[in-house]
């Protein structure tokens, strides 16, 4: 009897150990994190050629260290506030700014170019964060803006002014994963805040002309980087994915007249003028990629 007992209790023990570690799996889901990087917008840079050119700028082996602290910072927030796995993409010019030697050992690298126009993004992630972001072509007062290249004056889609943040706060939005965090400038935020204003910001400096104005010490800027971070990873379920649905017209405005011949065959492409150009999509990512592949 007494070992009967014994064996049912041992029984039940084991039946609501099972259940506890299933329950456990269902609310515990993978919170896997993109981030998408760019030097711009990391403290302390104010100038294109003396900073942010690889091979050529002489500052910038300093651009480097700036730019990995305030990524590392980034992986630790977001670690200590629930994150599972973070992909940091290397996004600033050809992708060899962060390196495999610095980086966060947590954190997987995505470096190097060419990189899909949609980064490779899908459903299985949870959040996107960009770090060391700047503000759109022709923004007044922001640090270093423009989109994409120097030579992109204006890009809109579906009639919305985006840059580089809008258009990847979107391309996220239809895949349903919300944009949770940005560091950059103020006005990188304020242009972040505009589309997804739940999401969290940490402002590392303002500028008082495109390539000037006052930054925040690197400790400082990683510490709010780093808080910031964390507090969008624990509010992950009040931030929305940008609602992005059904067909998508980008119209990109060029600052001179490029010379595209490739891209003018193409269905869904037209030229409006000499400087502008319609890509149309069945979707915001078809009508990006036609833009993005040219
Ligand atoms: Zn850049």
Known sequence: MKFTFHFRAAL????????????AAQTAKPKKVFVITDLEGVDGIFDFNLQCIPWKSPLYPESRKLLTGEVNAAVAGLMAGGASQVMVYDGHYGGHNLSALTIDPRATLLAGSPVSPT???NPTYSALVFIGLHAMAGTRGAILPHSFTWNIQNIWVNGIRVGEIGARVM???ELGIPAIMLSGDTAACKEFHALVP????A??????SATAGTTLSHPAACALIRKDAQLAMERLDEIKPYSMKGPAEVKVE???EPTPPAIV???GVEQVDGRTWIFRGKTFSDAWLKFRSF
Do not use: E, I, R
Not at 12 to 23: K, Q
Not at 198 to 201: G, K, Q, T, V
């Open 198 to 201: 739940a999401a969290d910001c």
């Open 12 to 23: 039940a023990l084991a039946v609501l150990a099972a259940l506890a570690v299933s329950a």
């Open 265 to 267: 065959q193409q269905p």
């Open 203 to 208: 402002p590392v400096k303002t500028g008082v």
């Open 254 to 256: 060029f600052a001179t």
């Open 171 to 173: 391309l996220a939005g």
């Open 119 to 121: 980064l490779g993004l």
